[in-house]
């Protein structure tokens, strides 16, 4: 026997939904099938995630010109150490919703399966990268230094971004999600988060 649930449960501002399937799983073996395949897809996550961390920190530490600096009023820029640490700290719940809830990762090629709305996801639909600009930002804050050509590459950065999300993962996003997706649009914004999280009714 062949037991087939649609699962469409808004979740994640970020990618796909699924279909889970059981074989003939008793009501018992199913809750333990589940909770296994949560904690793998979130290892999964994790993993994906910390590798494009780690690479992103190889390849900007030296492109943003990273020094440490202590001497006079070099001691301040450490205060920007505060919002560089929650910045990330919210990319990484991002990640762990997306193994978690979502069952995927970051990467396109295994995007999660569900459509999140949770977590950080209730207050501003592309909180992964508000996450990642503002630990940047304090990172480049703490040890880089103002360059003109660099400020305009990350501007250009920034512009892509936005651009991508706006011409490739949102028409994707409505095009998996239908109605579900246009309802969490109309209630958060992609950008600037919202004072209360949005639950759906």
């Keep these: 026997m062949r037991l087939t649930i649609l699962e469409h449960n808004v979740c994640d501002g970020d990618l796909t939904m699924t279909h889970a399937h059981a074989s003939g799983a008793t009501a018992q073996e199913r809750p333990e099938h589940e909770r296994l395949e949560k904690w793998l897809s979130a290892a999964a996550a994790l993993a994906v ?101 660099v400020i305009a590459a990350v501007a250009a950065v920034a512009l892509s971004v936005h651009l991508f999300v706006l011409f490739y993962e949102e028409p994707t996003l409505r095009k998996k999600f239908g109605a579900d997706y246009e309802e969490y649009c109309r209630n958060v914004r992609r950008w600037w988060p919202r004072v209360r999280g949005w639950d759906k009714s």
């Excluded at 990273?66 to 001691?75: K, N, Q």
């Excluded at 990762?105 to 399966?113: D, S, V, Y």
């Design 49 to 149: 995630g910390g590798a494009f961390f780690a690479l992103w920190f190889w390849l900007l530490r030296g492109w943003l010109g990273f020094r440490v600096e202590t001497a006079g009023t070099a001691r301040w820029r450490w205060l920007a150490a505060i919002p560089s640490v929650l910045g990330f700290a919210v990319a990484l719940r991002c990640i762990w919703d997306f193994g978690w809830t979502g069952r995927g990762t970051p990467a396109p090629f295994a995007p999660p399966q569900r459509l999140v709305v949770v977590g950080f996801y209730r207050y501003v639909r592309n909180p992964m990268y508000v996450g990642f600009a503002v630990g940047w930002i304090g990172l480049w804050v703490v040890f880089g230094h103002a360059n003109p050509r």
